[in-house]
């Protein structure tokens, strides 16, 4: 009789401590995940909700929901099997107005200083009044860059919320990974805006005139821009291919094997809309991989499926000057007008800052026209130099002159 008490006891005491501890380790895990800044932006992001929804949830919903998001989001890009974001982003998806353009921005990674100076030329706010949002680009941190961490991009996120990141590395040669990346998340996620404009972050570009264009395009152009055929940009006609080694575009003949380049548009900056850039990104899932990224995407894969490339050639500067003196006169008492949107920031990464803060005003009328005589080639301390836009990128940059 007693022996059974005893044992009676024990099985009791037993329970409860199965029951307590069961408790204590489910709450551990909750608090670990909700108190994990890494875990919570990785969640996150994979899962389109936010954490305050993710906190109502059961756990068990919890897992069945991360199935159906990796699902979505281990899906390869081009032949990278393991492909996966380290940061997604679902900015046009919350974005309430109608959704005139998404800026999709290379950047390299350890570029926040740049990422910095195109938020403080104009904010997302300022872009979302004028029907427009901006994301950044980005892959993944290579060994050699010691400036920048993982957490601080994570960071970085968490204060912005307008990066998009591979898992790819960063490097030149990947850069054809992070366009298609760039082109696929804004035709998929963001299909219902108009406009998709692709930039470099070491561009200056006059995002006043750029939103006042494809206003009067969609008046006189309606047919362009709802089409799935639609690239204006730099049009580069029939560049040869580079065969000499030194060169850092040399291109070996089993990479290319014509002797010039179908025309494409330069990277610095085009414009295209979710229908085509769809187009592109299929006929990129099935044709070889090739490392220039703009010659690539907007020429050698545009070509069989016949996409016109509408000319802005005059809006582009290659001349980085040109922009300087534009801030320069843009200052002056009676400002003047630039004539030239789009063009190199020459290493500076403020010029865009002082650029678009001082060019708004002549969207009030506030700029007198250059005369001939006032033209930059004229008033532009003769520094004219004849260089043309090209393959351009800032991650190019960075790892040719090792900065
Ligand atoms: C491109 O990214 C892949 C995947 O991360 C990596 O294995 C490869 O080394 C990168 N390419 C270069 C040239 O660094
Ligand atoms: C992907 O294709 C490129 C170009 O053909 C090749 O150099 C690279 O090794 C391939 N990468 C993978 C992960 O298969």
């Not at 990278?80 to 921005?105: G, M, P, S, W």
């Not at 548009?265 to 070889?288: E, F, H, I």
Request: glycine content about 4%; proline content about 4%; some cysteine.
């Amino acid at each position: 009789m007693r022996l059974r008490r005893v044992i009676w006891k024990l099985l009791i005491f037993i329970t409860v401590s199965l029951v307590l501890l069961f408790i204590f380790l489910n709450n551990n895990e909750k608090s670990e995940n909700y108190s994990d800044d890494f875990i919570t932006i990785l969640r996150n992001t994979k899962e389109d909700t936010t954490a305050s929804e993710e906190e109502h949830k059961p756990p068990l919903q919890l897992i069945n929901n991360f199935d159906d998001a990796r699902q979505v989001t281990s899906r390869p890009l081009l032949n990278l099997t393991q492909f996966e974001y380290l940061i997604d982003n679902d900015l046009c998806e919350r974005f309430k107005k109608e959704l005139t353009a998404i800026i999709i921005v290379t950047s390299y990674v350890g570029h926040d200083e740049l990422r910095a100076a195109h938020r403080q030329a104009i904010s997302q706010t300022k872009l979302a009044e004028m029907g427009m949002q901006r994301v950044f680009l980005l892959a993944s941190i290579p060994l050699r860059e010691h400036f920048i961490t993982q957490s601080q991009i994570f960071n970085e996120q968490q204060r912005f919320g307008d990066l998009l990141q591979g898992n790819f590395k960063e490097a030149y040669r990947n850069l054809s990974y992070k366009h298609v990346m760039g082109l696929e998340w804004a035709a998929q996620r963001c299909e219902r805006a108009k406009f998709i404009i692709k930039i470099d972050d070491d561009i200056i570009y006059d995002v006043f005139h750029l939103k006042r264009y494809l206003d009067s395009l969609e008046l006189e152009n309606l047919e362009l821009t709802k089409s799935n055929e639609m690239l204006c940009g730099y049009v580069l006609d029939d560049k040869p291919v580079i065969r000499n080694q030194a060169n850092k575009w040399y291109v070996r003949p089993d990479e290319y094997h014509f002797n010039n380049f179908p025309s494409y548009l330069s990277g610095w900056l085009y414009v295209t809309n979710p229908r085509t850039a769809l187009r592109l990104v299929n006929q990129a899932y099935n044709s070889p991989i090739f490392w220039i990224d703009d010659t690539w995407i907007t020429g050698i894969l545009r070509e069989p499926l016949k996409i016109p490339l509408q000319r802005l050639n005059s809006w582009f500067s290659a001349n980085p000057d040109f922009l300087s003196c534009c801030v320069r006169d843009l200052k002056k008492p009676i400002a003047m007008e630039c004539e030239f949107y789009v063009g190199p920031n020459g290493g500076e990464s403020k010029l865009l800052i002082e650029f678009l803060h001082n060019v708004e005003k002549c969207y009030y009328d506030e700029c007198l026209k250059r005369s001939k005589e006032q033209s930059l080639k004229n008033t532009c301390v003769g520094a004219f130099k004849h260089i043309l836009p090209d393959h351009g990128n800032a991650e190019v940059k960075m790892v040719a002159m090792g900065r």
